[in-house]
């Protein structure tokens, strides 16, 4: 198993980037590792977020863009490997403007591959989403499902895969896809669902219930994904897509609901609100491929999960609620 020495992360300080590198530099870590973040601290990148390994020896940030080539090029020449979460990642914000979604998460890849190719690096990891297939009405979609993006982020996210996995078969790059479903948890940014939940009913606030609140969603801690993605890095496969799955599907509804009883409120503090453009009804990962071929199990119960971050954000309102207040949420 080569679990290389020297790890470059872009998108570190985001969500789940951040908890992967406190994963990769923390006592469940594989140990003498070296970790660069590259983040180019967009609204939703935090340094905070890596506050609990600024300290580490092995630890190095770089204030940049995934879309320099010169830097990118430095970067890469002094790494063994790359695990890349660097991308815009809001469906609605990509609705409003899709040309930053287009920028970062098909020509920063791009640039990022190249890098790759040129400086010989041995792995590369793209971290993906369940939302470049579409909507699916029944049953689970498996890894060799055609790709059907109904939104900008979704179109530009399987736009990125693609090129990433043609850099495999045009060039021989190691590359491994992992596409997960819904992540939640701690050091969410508070303009996706969760957290946004939580942190209005912690404030007393009102939440939306997008259309009918029959869309459904799988979910997955955080935690659990970075643990999968760190699978797939030390022992996938060459050109492979995994499917990280949390196991848990529930309506939008359905999470309304648990999330007003973790947070002591009920349904009049919900607003229903006209459906977004391009709202895909349901996502199913089937992810029995990562679990036969590596192991793979979430390990986070959802409600045990749900009841640790609705804590974790009432004792961290200083963490969140400038956020909040950057996003003008």
């Known amino acids: 198993m080569n679990t290389a020495s020297r790890v470059l992360v872009t998108g570190g300080a985001g969500f789940i980037g951040s908890a992967y590198v406190r994963m990769l ?6 140990g003498h590792t070296q970790v660069t973040v590259l983040d180019k601290l967009t609204y939703a990148g935090n340094p905070a977020n890596l506050d609990a390994v600024r300290d580490h020896p092995g630890f190095a940030f770089v204030h940049g863009d995934v879309c320099d080539p010169a830097l990118v090029d430095k970067l890469v020449s002094e790494h063994d490997q790359i695990v890349h979460f ?26 990022l591959l190249e890098a790759a190719v040129r400086n010989g690096v041995s792995r590369v990891v793209q971290i993906s989403t369940d939302e470049v297939y579409g909507s699916i009405d029944t049953g689970s979609w498996t890894e060799e499902q055609p790709l059907r993006p109904n939104s900008p982020y979704a179109a530009s996210k399987a736009s990125a895969d693609l090129i990433a996995l043609a850099h495999h078969r045009t060039h021989g790059l190691d590359v491994r896809v992992t596409r997960c479903s819904n992540n939640y948890g701690h050091h969410q940014f508070p303009e996706k669902v969760v957290p946004l939940f939580i942190t209005r009913l912690l404030d007393g606030g009102r939440v939306p219930l997008y259309g009918d609140g029959s869309h459904v969603r799988d979910w997955l801690h955080v935690d659990d994904h970075v643990r999968a993605v760190e699978l797939v890095r030390t022992r996938g496969r060459a050109g492979e897509v995994y499917h990280v799955g949390g196991g848990t599907e529930l309506s939008n509804r359905e999470l309304t609901a648990a999330l007003l009883d973790a947070c002591g409120a009920d349904w009049s503090r919900v607003d229903h609100v006209e459906d977004r453009k391009g709202h895909d009804r349901r996502y199913s990962v089937d992810w029995t491929k990562i679990r036969d071929e590596l192991g793979y199990r979430p390990g986070r119960d959802f409600a045990t999960g749900l009841a640790e971050t609705v804590a974790w954000y009432a004792e961290h309102r200083s963490w969140w ?6 996003a003008a949420l």
Not at 25 to 30: A, Y
């Open 86 to 111: 660097a991308a815009e990642s809001h469906v609605d914000r990509s609705i409003l403007a899709a040309d930053a979604f287009v920028r970062t998460n098909v020509l920063g890849t791009q640039t």
């Open 25 to 30: 530099l923390g006592p469940d870590g594989p």
């Open 321 to 326: 609620q400038p956020l909040a207040a950057r």
